[in-house]
């Protein structure tokens, strides 16, 4: 069993591990830069773009571009776009060869100022031409920053939603909500700028980490398909004894998620499950029967997930998805036609909407190992996996193991992942149409309580079609 | 034997009938000196359906008592519930003669009489109008305006009221015993006297009694009853869903219910099961447990969800500042104040009596709070009127209780 972890080592992890850059432009997007180096990104994958000298150098990046050289001078563009425009354009030489061995540029901006707004896009275009793709984190402004910046920032946003290959969204105000009301605001601007930092490493992880049950390229744009939509994102991680429940609920409290009302009006959800070797099946499931409480029948769940033997004893839950805004269908067909170096990206949009949703044949070539898997792995895997955890090298000892489990795990999970849902729409059509009289137990001869026109006294589960047993 | 004055509480429970005797001391405090109960039949939801059985539960309840606190009972304070128990808030107004300034007692009475002159359904009758606040010439939360100058002397009142009859036979109930009424509260109104302390009151908040048949509810902003009422939905309804839901007798349900539920999902592991021992020891039944957490939560969550409803169609929900506090026999389910915190979005407390001497072991259950805080209530009344009998049933109900 030893030899089956030694066997697996290093080298394929650099096969696998995806060049990345993430790229703070503006002061906003320097600041999400300091919280993303605080929650345990490489110094050398981060790059902080901006015009103003000042805070630049008080950035923790370890590649810095100054934008504007002579159209700014070292100083802020005073919050007018068009000047962050020109001196993106003058610097996008340095921009260029920053982000130039990357092939994932993630872009933190706060959109609405100068430099954020002007500057972002020039910088995903850059990407996008190099052939990189581009995810965008962008914060709109505070509603009381007036409706100036409100309108920069929506400009520069349906800017970013044109390039990019995906943009989440975070609203200040929401991220307010998150804050007591009597925190400092440099707390809640804080919790903006931790959030973004959440988001990168989970969406950094969700693509880098070896899957059990990989979630890809493909999976993540499909979760984030409905562009010009507000993104829905939660993140919780817990190490609990029930921190199963303790993420996902921590993943719902996230100001992106609304508690998980917003996730019932989506169609595509993506999550991913990633913990340490201790990670029971049944844990995963308990976590994913909750989550199902929270989406309607028919929404698809792209279901990933992942040991990390970094993650130790904690278990954490990624919940990526996004709400259809009514215009955005309008605008997607209202959109230029994508200029060439533009091309290649909408092929991949098209890719996952055309195959059914089907997660077993979504195409994975990091992952696809089809060495038949014999039974004896599994318990191979799963013994030195939980007894060994070497801190030296965890990961990759873990890491060959798990593609080699994929097929049987899938079924395991995915197609209980994929079914009941279905099984449960059928149920409830089934119950509609019964005709037997509902019985009201042991209230059969007491006067009935009825409250908005509901009988309380016939059981609830009864009511709500509930299939108990 | 007692040496203070004896009060006696007395609770027609859908579950049991639980009798507690307490005496004041002179020195104000309140000494609980005996329980009794009895297993309640002939009530559903709070209310007699079956008139002589209902009685001989009654009187074991009280024999019972008797018999733990070696005294005499005659006279008791009945709790009244039920969903049939609504309640209002009113405001009434005076206004005092040209020729004097100075607010005295009489016209406190007055206001009092003129907020109680509104209409409730003609079946209905009085439980109690509670004053909140008096307001002088416009000038807000004055607390007693005997004494002040002001021309205009108003009083906000929250007013409980109930269907006559259905009071009438409760009262008729203890009455054939026979036992002196010396009045009938609210049960909520009750555990509240208990359940909360004045801070509590003050800050804000909302006590919900659980019980066998009915959820009672009264809200609290600023020291005054703000809102009350209660739903015919409780603890056997969930005995009933668990029953139905699993096939097994209402008995093993119930005991299921006490000993194995639990309104938390997801905190069980897949398949986990619990197995039903039959009658002779042998293994019976196996029931799920998620299954049987997800018929009590839904169950409960319907409750809570219902009662956020009701409380949010006024603003006064808003002001709470101590939380929920969850009282009743049906508070004892497992993880019932986490689902009720969740629901309200508040700090959610599951409580019992405070502040009593006497039997503790008593105090400390939560399936009592309404019983013993009948003690308290009448204490707190029977400072402001020395003892009048029934007569007043029905009559003026207007207490310095708040």
Same mark, same amino acid.
């Given at each position: ?469 | ?187 909520? &109104?009750?555990?509240?006297? $208990? ?8 800050? !804000? #908040?909302?006590?919900?009694?659980? *019980? +066998? ?92 969800? &219902?009662?956020?409803?009701? $409380? ?8 709470? !500042? #101590?939380?929920?506090?969850?009282? *009743? +026999? ?73």
């Amino acid at each position: 069993m030893i030899q089956l972890s030694k066997n697996y080592s290093l080298p394929e992890r650099q096969e696998e591990s995806i060049p990345i850059k993430v790229v703070g432009v503006g002061s906003a997007g320097s600041n999400a830069l300091d919280r993303v180096l605080l929650d345990g990104m490489d110094k050398d994958d981060l790059i902080a773009v901006n015009t103003d000298v000042q805070s630049l150098a008080s950035s923790v990046a370890a590649r810095k571009v100054q934008l504007g050289r002579s159209s700014t001078h070292g100083l802020g563009t005073g919050g007018d776009p068009e000047l962050g425009y020109q001196a993106a354009i003058e610097s996008a030489d340095e921009i260029r060869q920053a982000i130039a061995d990357a092939r994932m540029i993630f872009i933190c901006a706060g959109l609405g100022g100068g430099t954020g707004s002007g500057a972002a896009p020039i910088v995903a275009q850059l990407a996008r031409e190099a052939g990189s793709l581009v995810i965008a984190f962008a914060t709109l402004p505070f509603s009381f920053e007036g409706k100036r910046r409100a309108a920069q920032a929506q400009d520069a946003l349906s800017r970013l939603n044109d390039i990019a290959n995906a943009v989440i969204c975070f609203e200040n105000d929401r991220m307010g909500d998150m804050v007591a009301p009597k925190a400092g605001i440099h707390q809640a601007f804080g919790v903006a700028d931790m959030t973004i930092s959440q988001s990168v490493r989970s969406i950094v992880n969700l693509i880098q980490r070896p899957g059990l049950i990989r979630i890809g390229f493909d999976d993540l744009f499909a979760a984030l398909r409905s562009q010009n939509g507000r993104c829905l994102f939660g993140f919780g991680e817990s190490d609990t004894d029930n921190r199963a429940h303790d993420a996902l609920t921590q993943a719902l409290k996230n100001p992106l998620m609304d508690k998980g009302r917003m996730l019932s009006e989506s169609a595509h959800v993506l999550v991913q499950v990633a913990g340490g070797p201790g990670m029971t099946l049944s844990e995963v499931e308990i976590l994913m029967r909750e989550l199902g409480r929270h989406v309607r029948d028919h929404t698809q769940i792209v279901f990933g997930t992942a040991v990390d033997g970094k993650m130790g004893n904690r278990l954490s839950v990624t919940i990526i998805s996004s709400l259809a805004s009514e215009d955005s269908i309008a605008t997607q067909a209202a959109r230029p036609a994508p200029e060439p170096f533009l091309a290649p990206p909408p092929a991949i949009l098209e890719q996952v909407e055309e195959p059914p949703p089907n997660i077993d044949t979504v195409p994975e070539p990091e992952v696809v190992v089809p060495a038949q898997p014999a039974p004896s792995d599994l318990i191979s895997f799963a013994q030195p996996a939980t007894a060994e955890a070497l801190p030296p090298a965890p990961a990759p000892s873990i890491k060959k193991p798990a593609p080699r489990l994929i097929p049987p795990k899938k079924k395991a999970v995915v197609e209980k992942e994929a079914k009941p849902p279905k099984e449960k729409c059928v149920q409830a059509k089934q119950e509609v149409m019964q005709f037997e009289p509902v019985t009201r137990g042991r209230f059969e001869k007491s006067e009935p309580t009825i409250v908005e026109g509901q009988d309380l006294d016939i059981p609830t589960f009864l009511r709500k079609k509930v299939r108990v047993k | 034997m007692a040496s203070g004055d004896l009060i006696v509480g007395l609770e027609i429970g859908t579950s049991k009938v639980c009798v507690v005797v307490g005496e004041t001391r002179p020195d104000g405090t309140l000494k609980i000196l005996g329980v009794g109960q009895a297993p309640s039949r002939g009530v559903r939801k709070g209310e007699i359906v079956d008139f002589e059985t209902a009685m001989k539960c009654v009187h074991e309840a009280v024999v019972d008592a008797e018999q733990k606190s070696d005294v005499m009972i005659r006279s008791v304070y009945v709790a009244v519930a039920g969903g049939h128990i609504q309640s209002f808030n009113n405001r009434g107004c005076v206004m005092l003669p040209e020729e004097r300034d100075e607010i005295d007692e009489q016209d406190v009475e007055d206001v009092k009489i003129n907020a109680r002159e509104v209409s409730i359904p003609a079946q209905n009758a009085f439980l109690h109008s509670i004053i909140q606040h008096y307001h002088v010439d416009g000038q807000d939360g004055v607390l007693n305006p005997v004494g002040m100058l002001g021309e205009k002397l108003e009083a906000d009142f929250h007013i409980i009221h109930g269907v006559r009859t259905r009071v009438q036979n409760t009262i008729r109930c203890v009455k054939e015993l026979p036992l002196e009424v010396e009045d009938v509260v609210f049960s909520a &109104l009750a555990a509240a006297q $208990v359940v909360l302390t004045q801070h509590q009151k003050n800050l !804000g #908040a909302l006590v919900v009694d659980i *019980g +066998g048949g009915t959820t009672d509810y009264i809200l609290y902003v600023d020291g005054a009853v703000k809102q009350s009422g209660a739903l015919a939905v409780g603890g056997d309804h969930i005995t009933n869903d668990i029953s139905m839901g699993l096939r097994i007798p209402m008995a093993r349900a119930e005991k299921l219910k006490t000993e194995e539920g639990s309104c938390v999902l997801g905190n069980c592991l897949p398949g986990e099961t619990i197995l039903l021992k039959d009658d002779s020891g042998f293994a019976g039944k196996e029931i799920e447990r998620e299954t049987l957490n997800t018929i009590i939560h839904l169950r409960l969550r319907e409750i809570f969800e &219902l009662l956020k409803r009701t $409380v949010e169609e006024e603003p006064f929900i808003n002001y709470v !500042g #101590a939380g929920i506090f969850i009282t *009743g +026999g049906c508070s004892l389910v497992n993880g019932i104040d986490y689902l009720a915190g969740e629901i309200f979005e508040m700090p959610a407390h599951v409580t019992h009596a405070q502040t009593m001497s006497g039997l503790t072991s008593a105090v400390e259950n939560p399936q009592f709070s309404t019983a013993i805080g009948l003690l308290k209530y009448a204490q707190a009344v029977q400072v402001d009127r020395p003892r009048r009998g029934i007569t007043r049933i029905f009559g003026r109900f207007f207490s310095g209780m708040r």
